[in-house]
T-cell receptor
């Protein structure tokens, strides 16, 4: 079966760095996405990785290792507004997105 | 620039009632999706469409029907609502050259 695993909840301190991991087992691979979802709101796109390596976008970076079925989202200089759920999703061989349950990130002052 | 718009945003139904959720997008996207999101679970795909006049079943299609008569609209119907269908429903769309999904604001449905 297809499976996306990510931690349920993480806590970090304002100004610090946090890494949210995602491991996946899917039928085929056509890219991995990270979305941010604030409570009560819709998910919004953060990043897309299809090749191995690190993609940096401001305070956020996303890493992919296809051979290990592994990705992480790195958030630097954490701000209170970064408190949200972070969703990992993989596009499978049928170009359908398989979603993880999301990681709720709590930022403390 | 509206993007993806869902109506209604909130609805309370009694068991056995029917209703339709409307999703409209103004980005000329081919692909449209209906998801449900429940606590502790990932987004689960109900139905999707790869173009006007086409629909396909997703992961959890039972109890739902959809129609895509116009490219910009994707309707989700519940013929006989059940308490298990209490959830937040998200519509999303994307173009053919990108995997990035654009989501509507969500529709919170409660079935009593």
């Amino acid at each position: 079966g297809q499976n996306i695993d990510q931690p349920t909840e993480m806590t970090a301190t304002e100004g610090a760095i946090v890494q949210i991991n995602c491991t996946y087992q899917t039928s085929g691979f056509n890219g991995l996405f990270w979305y941010q979802q604030h409570a009560g709101e819709a998910p919004t796109f953060l990043s897309y990785n299809v090749l191995d390596g690190l993609e940096e976008k401001g305070r956020f970076s996303s890493f992919l290792s296809r051979s290990k079925g592994y990705s992480y989202l790195l958030l630097k200089e954490l701000q209170m507004k970064d408190s949200a759920s972070y969703l990992c999703a993989v596009m499978d061989s049928n170009y359908q997105l398989i979603w993880g349950a999301g990681t709720k990130l709590i930022i403390k002052p | 620039n509206a993007g993806v718009t869902q109506t209604p945003k909130f609805r309370v139904l009694k068991t056995g009632q029917s209703m339709t959720l409307l999703c409209a997008q103004d980005m000329n996207h081919e692909y449209m999706y209906w998801y449900r999101q429940d606590p502790g679970m990932g987004l689960r795909l109900i139905h999707y469409s790869v173009g006007e006049g086409t629909t396909a079943k997703g992961e959890v299609p039972d109890g739902y029907n959809v129609s895509r008569l116009k490219k910009q609209n994707f309707l989700l119907g519940l013929e006989s609502a059940a308490p298990s269908q209490t959830s937040v429903y998200f519509c999303a769309s994307r173009g053919t050259d990108t995997g990035e999904l654009f989501f509507g604001e969500g529709s919170r449905l409660t079935v009593l």
